[in-house]
């Protein structure tokens, strides 16, 4: 009898214990292990790194969606470089008075920079190339502009010049404008390679491309992906991190790239309204929706400065935050952070 009785004891407990297996499995349905992938390639003047989250059946895609996105990225990369000499981009700064035909994808970013003018007040503005021009000879002979000289290719950058046609054409209406992608092209490549991973049915992955990152869904361990933003005095540092799933964060800093001009540092971004290298900005980090619209924010916060760049992200863009480090004319660093940026942090 007793010997019965601890039979069942032990027939109920090892279904107990199965109902609650059960139960927890229905909780969690799905955690199938994922494992990470990664492959990087040198583009765009930088390391573009791309990572997927893969199951068993998901291994044989990897191979044709890194192709394309590798592919994408590489006709993008030259396409859109104002230093290449066959880019479309060389072929609008060079061409004149008639029109000329570019790809359908340069076309329609050249459409959306003009957007994006008028979005940042200015501040992001694809004809500054003039002036990038002038501060990078600068820097070749140790001598900054003069200051007529500025003026007088502050009077170049009228981006009304430039007339975008039917057909993916373009003319430019006088023979001074000329336009540069740099400050956007990098962001539309993470999208298009955030797009065709998609394509080819990946949810969870990682893209970043020096700095402009994108991610898709949530990281491999099912949690949302947790991106650090470095220390602008002491790169070596994170300086605080933010969890983001679906969206974009991207930092654009003079620590990665500046001009030297007589043992003084400037900025590669230039403020299209004094056409000097912006000064106060250090650090200015986006989150947004696309890759694109963080590349693009961000170079318009650092031109527009701590309180005049919160200020737009803060009133009209509702769907991104943006953390800015600027220093204030006695040498400290100062944190300014939009109001929805806290909603993204960790551990502050
Ligand atoms: P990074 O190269 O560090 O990612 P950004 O994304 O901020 O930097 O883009 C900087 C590049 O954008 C510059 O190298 C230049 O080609 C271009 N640029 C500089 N100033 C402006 C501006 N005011 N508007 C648009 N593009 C700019
Ligand atoms: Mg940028």
């Not at 009898?1 to 499995?25: D, H, Q």
């Not at 590669?268 to 000064?279: A, C, E, K, L, V």
Request: charged content about 25%; overall charge neutral.
């Amino acid at each position: 009898m007793a010997k019965n009785i601890a039979r069942w004891r032990g027939f109920i407990a090892f279904n107990l214990v199965g109902v609650i297996l059960l139960l927890v499995g229905c909780a969690k349905p799905q955690s199938a292990a994922l494992t990470r992938y990664s492959e990087k390639k040198g583009l765009m003047g930088t390391i573009v790194q791309v990572d997927v989250c893969l199951n068993d059946e998901a291994s044989s895609r990897v191979d044709a969606a890194y192709a394309e996105v590798w592919q994408r990225m590489s006709d993008i990369s030259w396409r859109m470089n104002v230093y290449d000499p066959n880019s479309d981009v060389t072929k609008v700064n060079e061409v004149y008075p008639e029109a000329v035909t570019i790809g359908a994808d340069t076309h329609a970013m050249l459409r959306r920079s003009v957007e994006y003018a008028r979005q940042t007040r200015g501040a992001f503005l694809i004809s500054v190339w003039p002036l990038i021009k002038l501060w990078r000879a600068s820097q070749e002979s140790q001598q900054p502009p003069a200051e007529e000289v500025l003026r007088e290719t502050l009077r170049q950058i009228n981006l009304n010049q430039l007339s975008l046609q039917a057909d993916n054409k373009v003319a430019r209406l006088n023979r001074t404008i000329s336009v540069d992608l740099g400050g956007i092209a990098k962001g539309y490549a993470v999208d298009e390679a955030a797009r065709i991973l998609r394509q080819h049915g990946f949810r969870q992955f990682y893209i970043d491309a020096g700095g402009d990152i994108y991610v898709g869904g949530l990281n491999c361990r099912s949690e949302k992906w947790r991106i650090g933003i470095k220390d602008p005095r002491d790169r070596e540092r994170i300086i605080e991190t933010v969890a983001v799933s679906d969206q974009a964060v991207t930092t654009s800093g003079n620590y990665e790239q500046f001009l030297v001009i007589k043992g003084e540092r400037y900025s590669h971004i230039i403020d299209p309204s004094t056409g000097y290298p912006q000064r106060e900005v250090v650090s200015a980090t986006v989150i947004a929706p696309t890759a694109e619209a963080a590349d693009v924010f961000s170079t318009a916060m650092t031109v527009l400065g701590r309180e005049r760049g919160t200020e737009l992200i803060d009133q009209e863009q509702p769907e991104m935050a943006s953390l800015i480090y600027a220093r204030q004319p006695d040498g400290l660093v100062v944190r300014k952070a939009s109001r929805r940026f806290e909603s993204y942090q960790l551990n502050r």
